[in-house]
T-cell receptor
Framework: GDSVTQMEGPVTLSEEAFLTINCTYT??????LFWYVQYPGEGLQLLLK?????DKGSNKGFEATYRKETTSFHLEKGSVQVSDSAVYFC?????????????FGKGTKLSVKP | DAGVIQSPRHEVTEMGQEVTLRCKPI?????LFWYRQTMMRGLELLIY????????DSGMPEDRFSAKMPNASFSTLKIQPSEPRDSAVYFC????????????FGNGTRLTVT
């Protein structure tokens, strides 16, 4: 079946550091890919998405590129802020193995220190 | 757009009591999902509906859990009888059809069973 694997956390960075959170996926079909963010005490919010190979999703300074050849969708930000401290989830949606459900990775907790 | 609305925001109950969680999806969305989040197990899909029909309930932990969607604008998740291990944050999400459509999450119900 479909699955998403993302790097284990927690990740601790200093403000203005470069961020990469790795995400790879396995899918039976041609999925759409998503990054969600969860701030403390809140629900999940869509951060960005990409729906086909080589698409780049971007939002709030975060970027991720849909790489079909490496089945990856790594999240990057050039300069993190304290306010970016949250848990980040990579996810895919596919009508193949997941029947239209959203399959999540386990989440990566990011802490940014001033 | 009011977003996905969940109630109550917090629920504290004693073991053995019945608990009902409620969700109002975004108008026009035809998919509705119930997730559970705990520190130990992360995000777990419990059940999801398409056009008010349950599609996959394989994540429902046991017969104590039941979910209904009597119409397009309302869903309930019921636990009867509740147990301390059911303590978690329960999220409802809705979406349009199509794998390009992201899920929109409510703010969750934090359930504590003592």
């Amino acid at each position: 079946g479909d699955s998403v694997t993302q790097m284990e956390g927690p990740v601790t960075l200093s403000e203005e550091a470069f961020l990469t959170i790795n995400c790879t996926y396995t899918a039976t079909g041609y999925p759409s890919l998503f990054w969600y963010v969860q701030y403390p005490g809140e629900g999940l919010q869509l951060l960005l998405k990409a729906t086909k190979a080589d698409d780049k999703g971007s939002n709030k300074g975060f970027e991720a590129t849909y790489r079909k050849e490496t089945t990856s969708f790594h999240l990057e930000k050039g300069s993190v802020q304290v306010s970016d401290s949250a848990v980040y989830f990579c996810a895919l949606r596919d009508y193949g193995g997941s029947q239209g459900n959203l399959i999540f990775g386990k989440g990566t907790k990011l802490s940014v220190k001033p | 757009d009011a977003g996905v609305i969940q109630s109550p925001r917090h629920e504290v109950t004693e073991m053995g009591q019945e608990v009902t969680l409620r969700c109002k999806p975004i108008s026009g969305h035809d998919y509705l999902f119930w997730y559970r989040q705990t520190m130990m197990r992360g995000l777990e899909l419990l059940i999801y509906f398409n056009n008010n029909v349950p599609i996959d309930d394989s994540g429902m932990p046991e017969d104590r859990f039941s979910a209904k969607m009597p119409n397009a604008s309302f869903s309930t998740l019921k636990i009867q009888p509740s147990e301390p291990r059911d303590s978690a944050v329960y999220f409802c999400a809705s979406s349009l059809g199509g794998i390009n459509s992201p899920l929109h999450f409510g703010n969750g119900t934090r359930l504590t069973v003592t």
